[in-house]
């Protein structure tokens, strides 16, 4: 009786046993094993750069704001001084065209005002003559009792004159007008070209100059620097990473999901992420779901002599949490 009461307790144990392991071990065939992604940022320069003074050393915690690294670039200076020569070129350009303008307007102006003097002194003469004229014409028909009939046939030669020298003037100050309205549009043309490659100069040059106080990098982001790849004084070459930067408080999962199973999953689902080797957890949101198949990370495998494959899975935690860098992590999908 009493080996049989140890059996049924023996095999209730066993059982016991076998529960918590269930519960407190998953599989890792099935579970969605992830680490936390570092998010890493990296100071490079799209050009050749020469190291003038680097501020921070491996390990270094740095808040946004703290200077990182200085350096120069000898062709942004003189990129900067070409721009700036080209638009004072221009510059003096546009006062030589603003020159010629108000010179021809006044060469016009003047050339105006000589024909128009000339055409009146020519008719105050004729009036002259007209009246010299009249006045004899009057005195000796007073002395032979004739009078003169010649306004009574019709327009006289010199009223045919005076209206000649009228058109004359007329034509002069259309002409004139003509003139002047060609030659403003002409200078119209030639200042909008100089507004507008004035204006292409002078955004590129904005462009050198934001450049140019890119030369010193900042810190955008609390975090830890990571590798410093440079020294002072050093010669770089385009897009060489200088140092990198790791945020403080990882924000991103990165899950992969075995491919020999099937998840309910959709992106703003809520999930639960929690640690493999320490007691703590927190709810994550469902990011993104990978477009391809990768290859477990070496980091993620239980047993790294078999290959395994799943879909990636992106989740995002806040920012308060208490995960480290690379930390491996279970994803649990909430019923």
Request: hydrophobic share 40%; charged share 25%.
């Amino acid at each position: 009786m009493i080996k049989k009461n140890l059996f049924i307790i023996f095999f209730g144990l066993i059982v016991i046993v076998l529960l918590l392991f269930s519960l407190v071990f998953r599989e890792t065939n099935t579970a969605i094993v992830a680490q936390v992604e570092p998010m890493k940022k990296a100071v490079s320069y799209h050009k050749a750069v020469k190291i003038i003074e680097i501020y921070v050393i491996a390990g270094q915690t740095v808040k946004p704001g703290d200077m990182l690294v200085k350096v120069e670039r000898p062709d942004l200076l003189l990129d900067v001084e070409k721009k700036n020569n080209e638009i004072e070129r221009l510059n003096l350009n546009r006062s030589l065209t603003d020159s010629k303008y108000a010179v021809k307007k006044m060469q016009r102006s003047t050339e105006k005002e000589a024909d128009l003097r000339k055409i009146n002194s020519e008719i105050e003469q004729l009036e002259v003559i007209v009246a010299n004229n009249k006045l004899l014409s009057n005195k000796f028909g007073s002395l032979t009792g004739m009078v003169d009939t010649s306004r009574q046939q019709g327009a006289s030669y010199y009223d045919i004159q005076f209206k000649v020298l009228n058109n004359e003037k007329e034509l002069i100050q259309k002409q004139y007008e003509l003139d002047m309205r060609s030659a403003q549009q002409i200078y119209n043309e030639e200042v909008k070209v100089y507004e507008i490659v004035t204006g292409q100069l002078k955004q590129e040059l904005n462009v050198l100059l934001l450049e140019e106080q890119q030369l010193i990098k900042r810190a955008e982001i609390t975090g830890t620097i990571g590798s410093v790849n440079a020294q002072n004084g050093e010669l770089l070459s385009p897009y060489s990473t200088i140092l990198s930067i790791y945020e403080s408080n990882p924000t991103i999962i990165k899950a992969v999901m075995n491919e020999g199973y099937k998840y309910e999953i959709e992106v703003g689902k809520m999930v639960q992420v929690e640690s493999t080797n320490r007691k703590y957890s927190i709810e994550g949101k469902i990011l993104e779901v990978g477009a391809r198949i990768i290859e477990y990370p070496s980091r993620l495998k239980s047993n790294q002599n078999i290959p395994m494959w799943g879909q990636e899975l992106f989740i995002k935690i806040p920012e308060d949490n208490k995960f480290l860098n690379g930390e491996r992590v279970f994803v649990i999908i909430k019923k």
